[in-house]
């Protein structure tokens, strides 16, 4: 707990001084002031409360009086404050920030943790203060700055003891983000940490096993739930989410077999799940949906009877009702179930989509219409355009039905009205409850009313006997300030998951009496599966009129409501609903299929233990106090106005502002019920948080230098003194150059900006007419010029008289035919544009789906595209010889369509051509080359690592057809590489200046995707938009693309060629530089780091002579930190008793990386027990062995170097008096 950086017991008791200072000045203070100064026991009590304590308040024994004492230590610094006119100690902020956290007062803390953030310029040290902040803006569902947050503190503070926290909720909003790799890390990190944190492990597993679902990986998610159920003593409401996801999961997907048998599954695990939660109104909805598509109506009907006596009634449920009672030609009971859906959720699009159609088989094309309309209004509207185009069809028929239309069924309006509205029903129910004490004006109200709710029971006569018609007739939604947040987010999400997977029998069979054919365009009248949204669903049931609990909308009921824990156990379940309801709504939704998150309400259920409203059961002392996130939704709810008729419904502007979660305007929909709490709050916490919040953000744009780059280097002759310090006396803590480093930033956007003219720049070019052009060492200068970030040499194949033949896909066959190839398939996108995979929009996200195959199969796959498209052309030539002459000039293009449907192609990629025993002739070839671009030489960093780092000191061949893709990225650790086409085709280049991948980093960020994982092919207009240079090029057979360190670039085959390529690191400065500033962002985004630089930085003293001094500066410096990190490192653990074990390194032995968290570990390694005795050597980091073993009981720690080893190779080096090799 001694890694914040502020003294928070210093800080209390100097306001304890201060209160005393003024106690002593102002003798006529009032009692009230008296009571405001904190005696020494709550100085002291409050001297170890920050942030850290967020989420275990409850669990201490005097939570209580804890909250007491925080609400008296909150008034008695905002009076000190408010006395010393904010002229306090800066900590003040960062402790009063620490205490309305911790009373979950999230706008006082955001604003008081500003306050610290403009005082403080070294914030970022203080690693409380930075989990602080992530907590408020995770509160606030700013994931983005959450992210950041958080990520600063496991950077400044690896060992942070809420470490296990943040990799949880970074794997949540990850998910949130779609970007699941970087998910499934933080989720793992988070499950082999013993520390506590709000979930348990089973749930961290669920977590898991749901990721997997998300990305349809429904095997491995079949697998993990699976396995989560053989637990022991599984909580039984994590259990019930187990089985009903499984059940969900085999409904819609063909895991199992043929349909009756996968239904059976579904049926049986969702059985199982409800007797492990009888309570849980979404496995009875989901139930229901499984007996309806096998044709068991009554058990269907029986089912969602269930799921609304459960008070989980939802838009979703009634829609699904609706069909069913479609299904069964009861239009009348069909129409009041679909009402109840819109109702309840205005936006439901499935439900507006299948009230259209029932109208139009009422002959009632002007009320379909008016539905289809409010259907493609709402966000959630998968098909828009296939309904405008029904629209339009009505629209122009309409003239003709309004003849034939015979007597009107019930319009829209007539059948609206029958039913009563949300606000009327709950006037209803509220005059009911007052009869005795109406007003006369009041008691008319009532008769009316009551006189009105007799009509619309009178109107649905049907249902009766379906069971439903109690319910039914009850079917009322709160007032929409209170409509649930929820349900309209996961009934999205259903919709999302459906899409694909819609069965026919989901389809609406149409009642006898319609109008026949009108419908028959099936795909309008799709019942798209939904599953729902849970809570909030004011449903009023005569018989229970206790649950007119639940019309206490969420954000109120968790206001102030301390004493019932449970309250917050709900707030979790929101707020992690909300998170993932909230993907749902993310701006690439949709696009792309692996957007699908696929969850349902119940997952909220599984975090809090319980679901809805069964208050009092939950688990409530586990999940502690995280708040719910209800706020960014509402502003959608109550863009759905209530008085929205079916027929004028419009939604308010608002509501299609709501799409992007992670920006700040998610912050101005009203938020908690704190803020309800204090009607007048809410205005100026509002505006408080859309001003402030981008703060942070703002100062940390400005360029901060990693930890061990070289602008914080020191002169050498300052190292030099600090490293005589070190010499005689060892190593000196004191040293101020060797404190901790803030975060590593990415670059701004380079200022000023280019004009657009300079958009395009040329690409440098160099021409080699012979062998002597190749080795003339101006070339390689040319080549490392920083301000070159990409040079090709034309011709280099022909100058050196390479023979490119060995590349070739036949002498590949020949050579090793079973050789592997990773496999890349692809949409074949039109010129240098990138689709979804619709082709209705261009986007960053590119899809690369990798398999693996052997040369041989690849080769065959290669020539065949070729051939096929010759014959394409053929027939295209003869074709274009019937047509006129004018059109032929564009048979180029009409090859690539402007839009999808895009043709699937395969990229041969990443293929190994390390074996020198395998790849011999081809190999040797490439010691023609000169120096600098060779695989291996003395002036190459790469080879300095001492091992293979496979592709980067490697080669790697790539074998294309027309179309391949290179995503877009910066090379591993920044490295320099070469790529020679081999052909016989051309490639097309696309590069961007190192000093904009901030630029492109945020361009992805934007796009919810992950810079250094994810696989992005960014828009031309975007980057010429934001100023951003792109120089542009063709790649020919026999020429070498050259790009320098750190260029970001990306590439596609323009025909059929193969490449080959490697990395190299030239001794420069800029090289080392750029390679250690990505070993940090690396580590600062959990992205491992291929080229060990610790490792490498340390062989470099030992091997190389530098004579660069600012090269020579930054390697020193490295290697100083380095050294000081061992021998403290080392003292602690000697100190702490622990034995440090002799073991010494092999010649040729990789460096090191942590199994668990992959960052380099260098010198002393802590190992498994179990795995030392088997020698297998389980390696972890000092910081991922204490979160498994505490006091690292399960490990031994092994000493690879000698620390007067390590000394003496420090000493040694030194700076050099002639570059040591340039070619
Ligand atoms: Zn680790």
Not at 530 to 559: A, C, D, M
């Amino acid at each position: 707990m001694n890694s914040c950086g502020v003294s928070l017991s210093a800080a209390t008791v100097a306001l304890g001084d201060e209160a005393k200072k003024m106690a002593a000045g102002k003798a006529s203070r009032d009692s009230e002031e008296e009571s405001l100064s904190l005696t020494v026991e709550e100085r002291e009590a409050l001297g170890g409360m920050d942030s850290r304590l967020f989420g275990f308040v409850r669990l201490h024994e005097d939570g209580a009086r804890m909250k007491t004492l925080l609400g008296k230590a909150v008034r008695c610094y905002e009076s000190l404050i408010l006395k010393a006119e904010g002229k306090v100690d800066s900590d003040f902020f960062c402790q009063l920030g620490h205490f309305n956290l911790l009373l979950e007062d999230y706008s006082k803390a955001l604003s008081a943790y500003q306050r610290y953030y403009s005082l403080q310029s070294d914030y970022w040290k203080n690693a409380a203060f930075l989990y602080g902040l992530g907590l408020v803006y995770f509160y606030y569902n700013a994931f983005h700055w959450a992210i950041k947050a958080f990520q600063d503190v496991l950077y400044v503070d690896p060992s942070f003891c809420r470490a296990k926290e943040i990799h949880l909720r970074l794997g949540l909003m990850f998910k949130v983000n779609t970007d699941y790799k970087s998910s499934l890390k933080h989720f793992q990190l988070a499950l082999i940490d013993c520390n506590p944190c709000t979930l348990s492990s089973a749930e961290i597993q669920f977590h898991i096993a749901h990721l997997y679902e998300t990305q349809r990986k429904y095997h491995s998610a079949k697998e993990a739930y699976e396995q989560l159920l053989q637990t022991e003593n599984l909580p039984a409401q994590v259990k019930a989410t187990v089985l009903q996801q499984l059940g969900w999961m085999h409904h819609n997907m063909d895991i199992v077999g043929d349909k009756a048998s996968k239904e059976s599954y579904a049926i049986q695990y969702l059985q199982k799940s409800l007797e492990a939660d009888p309570n849980s109104g979404q496995s009875w909805y989901f139930l229901g949906r499984c007996y309806s598509s096998i044709g068991k109506v009554q058990d269907a009907f029986i089912s969602y009877r269930q799921s609304i006596d459960k008070s989980e009634a939802s838009a979703d449920t009634w829609c699904s009702i609706g069909v069913l009672y479609q299904q069964q030609n009861q239009p009348m009971d069909a129409l009041q179930a679909y009402i109840c859906a819109v109702q309840l959720d205005h936006g439901h699009a499935a439900a507006w989509m299948d009230l259209g159609t029932l109208y139009e088989s009422c002959n009632q094309p002007q009320d379909a219409i008016k539905c289809y309309l409010n259907a493609t209004r709402s966000k959630r509207c998968s098909n828009t355009s296939t309904l405008a185009a029904r629209i339009k069809f009505l629209q122009n028929g309409s003239d003709n039905w309004n003849v034939v239309q015979s007597l009107s069924h019930h319009p829209v309006q007539q059948v609206y009205s029958l039913c009563l509205t949300p606000q009327k029903l709950q006037h209803l129910e509220q005059l009911r409850a007052n009869r005795d004490n109406l007003s006369p004006a009041q008691k008319r109200q009532l008769e009316q009313l009551e006189s009105q709710f007799v009509l619309m029971q009178q109107v649905r006569h049907k249902g009766v006997a379906q069971g439903l018609h109690k319910s039914q007739s009850s079917c009322v939604s709160g007032p929409n300030e209170e409509q649930p947040v929820f349900s309209t987010e996961s009934a999205q999400y259903q919709q999302a998951t459906s899409t694909g997977i819609k069965k026919p029998n989901e389809h609406l069979t149409l009642p006898s009496n319609s109008v026949p054919q009108r419908n028959a365009d099936s795909h309008l009248s799709s019942h798209i599966a939904t599953s729902g949204g849970q809570q909030g669903i004011i449903f009023t049931k005569e018989s229970k009129p206790s649950k007119n609990r639940s019309l206490v909308p969420e954000t109120s009921r968790h206001t102030g409501d301390t004493s019932n824990g449970c309250a917050d156990v709900k707030g979790l379940s929101n707020h992690v609903h909300q998170l993932i309801a909230d993907a749902v709504s993310s701006p690439n939704h949709g696009d792309s299929p692996n957007l699908l998150i696929g969850d349902n309400p119940q997952l909220s259920a599984l975090l809090i233990g319980k679901a809805n409203d069964n208050v009092g059961t939950g688990t409530c002392d586990k999940v502690n106090n995280i708040h719910p996130a209800v706020h960014t939704k509402t502003d959608h709810s109550v863009a759905s106005s209530p008085s929205s008729a079916i027929s004028t419904a419009t939604p308010s502007p608002k509501s299609t502002e709501q799409a992007s979660i992670n920006s700040v305007t998610s912050l101005n929909s009203p938020h908690s019920g704190i803020h309800t709490v204090n009607g007048e709050g809410l205005e100026n916490s509002q505006n408080s948080t859309k001003v402030d919040l981008p703060l942070v953000s703002h100062r940390s744009t400005s360029q901060i230098i990693p930890s061990m780059s070289v602008s914080i280097c020191p002169s050498s002759t300052e190292v030099l003194k600090a490293f005589r310090n070190l010499g005689k006396n060892g190593l000196s803590n004191s040293c101020v150059l060797l404190d901790k480093c803030p975060p590593p930033r990415p670059p701004t956007s380079p200022y000023p900006p280019l004009p657009k003219d300079k958009l395009n720049p040329p690409t440098p070019s160099i021409y080699l007419e012979n062998k002597r052009d190749a080795f003339f060492p101006p070339l390689h200068q040319f080549c490392t010029n920083p301000k070159n970030p990409v040079t090709v040499i034309r011709g280099l194949a022909g100058a050196l008289k390479l023979d490119l033949g060995l590349f070739s896909t036949k002498t590949l066959v020949e050579a090793n035919n079973e050789h592997m190839v990773e496999v890349r398939t692809q949409l074949l996108q039109p010129a240098d544009e990138n689709w979804d995979p619709t082709g209705t929009k261009k986007i960053w996200h590119c899809e690369s789906n990798r398999s693996h195959t052997t040369i041989a199969k690849y080769a065959q796959y290669q020539a065949s595209s070729f051939q096929e498209s010759l014959r394409e052309e053929n027939e295209k030539r003869t074709q274009h010889k019937d047509h006129s002459d004018n059109e032929s000039t564009s048979s180029e293009n009409s090859g690539r369509r402007r839009k999808g449907p895009f043709k699937t192609i395969k990229f041969g990629t990443n293929i190994d051509l390390s074996d020198n025993k395998k790849w011999k002739l081809q190999l040797h070839e490439l010691t023609k080359l000169p120096a600098f671009v060779r695989v291996v030489s003395a002036g190459n960093l790469l080879s300095h690592v001492g091992h293979t780092i496979l592709g980067m000191n490697t080669v790697q061949l790539y074998m294309k057809v027309p179309g391949s893709r290179t995503p877009g990225h910066q090379e591993n650790n920044n490295f320099c590489s070469v790529n020679i086409n081999i052909g016989p085709g051309d490639c097309e280049w696309f590069v961007v200046p190192e000093d904009y991948w901030g630029v492109l980093n945020d361009f992805c960020e934007k796009n919810n995707l992950n810079f250094l994982m994810s696989s992005w092919w960014p828009n031309l207009e975007d980057l010429y938009e934001a100023n951003v240079p792109v120089y542009r090029f063709i790649q020919r057979p026999g020429d070498l693309v050259w790009i320098n360190a750190g260029t970001v670039h990306w590439v596609q085959a323009v025909g059929w060629c193969n490449n080959i390529a490697w990395n190299v690191g030239p001794l420069t400065a800029c090289q080392y530089k750029l390679a250690v500033e990505r070993y940090e962002w690396n580590k600062l985004k959990s992205v491992k780091s291929p080229v060990p630089m610790v490792h490498l930085s340390w062989n470099m003293a030992r091997n190389i002579k530098v004579s660069d001094p600012k090269l020579f500066e930054m390697i020193k410096y490295c290697l100083l930190k380095i050294l000081k990190q061992c021998q403290t490192l080392r003292e602690a653990l000697v100190a702490a008793g622990k034995e440090v074990i002799w073991h010494g390194r092999t010649n040729d032995e990789p460096a090191h990386y942590c199994s668990i968290c992959e960052v380099e570990v260098f010198n002393l390694l802590f190992v498994t027990n179990e795995s030392n005795t088997q020698k297998t050597y389980i390696v972890h980091c000092q910081d991922c062995a204490r979160k498994t073993s505490r006091s690292l009981e399960n490990f031994v720690v092994l000493e690879q170097y000698k620390m007067e080893d390590l000394i003496q190779v420090y000493d040694q080096f030194t700076l050099g008096l002639s570059l040591s090799s340039s070619s």
